[in-house]
């Protein structure tokens, strides 16, 4: 709904780990839109994500964090610590990376920004819809 309501007038990125999924939408949305490569929990992913959104599009005026990772429904004795780290790393980090690597940004310009945050799993099942 957020992507969607967005859309509608702005410039997007779609950026995920799913390159060809972000390609193909972003063919569907036309010359406004870039898909780009990124791992929410990488700093060095942020980091290429914000220069290259700026370079085609200029100052980022909107982030929303939406990435989302949901560990097996298992009791918790079960589950596995690289579950458990990767889980934190994409929910939790990844979304303390968006933040600060376009904070900075946001914090530096006279243009009001808005930084968004959500942790979401359902986009992997509504892929299609979208």
Do not use: Y
Request: aromatic residues 4%; hydrophobic residues 40%.
């Amino acid at each position: 709904m957020i992507f969607r309501r967005l859309c509608r007038h702005a410039l997007q990125v779609i950026a995920g780990r799913d390159d060809d999924t972000g390609r193909d939408l972003a063919a569907q949305l036309g010359h406004r839109a870039l898909s780009v490569h990124l791992d929410v929990a990488s700093e060095d992913d942020w980091a290429a994500v914000v220069r290259e959104v700026e370079s085609r599009f200029g100052p980022i005026t909107i982030l929303v964090n939406n990435a989302g990772v949901q560990n097996p429904a298992v009791p918790i004795e079960h589950t596995e610590l690289r579950t458990w780290e990767h889980t934190f790393s994409v929910n939790v980090t990844g979304q303390f990376l968006g933040i600060r690597a376009v904070a900075p940004i946001s914090m530096t310009k006279k243009t009001q920004r808005r930084l968004r945050n959500t942790v979401s799993t359902c986009m992997k099942s509504q892929a299609s819809s979208v």
